[in-house]
């Protein structure tokens, strides 16, 4: 079984920004993919960003040149770094592990942007 621990929501003003972090139970170094999803209210949820064992990363037409995804393997941690938030940011924000046989997600961590 492996757990992820988002951290790093809040209420934020437009234009401001956050870090969210996404602490995993166990080893990250070997995992190909992790990433973050969005599920904003009576939305379906979205990819935002994802990064791969080796770095590569995918991201969002809306969050492209404002986000940024990264990786600790000695932490065990994955990041989002928001910067320019805006209003339609707002939404529970998930992280995933892809472990090829199964799916692991957080529990969610809620971000507001708002004035």
């Known amino acids: 079984q492996v757990q992820l621990v988002e951290s790093g929501g809040g209420l934020v003003q437009p234009g401001g920004s956050l870090r969210l972090s996404c602490a995993v139970s166990?080893?990250?170094?070997?995992?190909?993919?992790m990433g973050w999803y969005r599920q904003a209210p009576g939305k379906e949820r979205e990819l935002v960003a994802t990064?791969?064992?080796?770095?590569?990363?995918n991201y969002a037409d809306s969050v492209k040149g404002r986000f940024t995804i990264s990786r600790d393997n000695a932490k065990n941690t994955v990041y989002l770094q928001m910067n320019s938030l805006r209003p339609e940011d707002t939404a529970v924000y998930y992280c995933?592990?892809?472990?090829?046989?199964?799916?692991?997600w957080g529990q969610g961590t809620q971000v507001t942007v708002s004035s």
């Open positions: 995933k592990v892809d472990l090829g046989s199964q799916d692991y």
């Open positions: 166990r080893s990250i170094f070997s995992i190909n993919e």
């Open positions: 990064i791969t064992r080796r770095g590569t990363t």
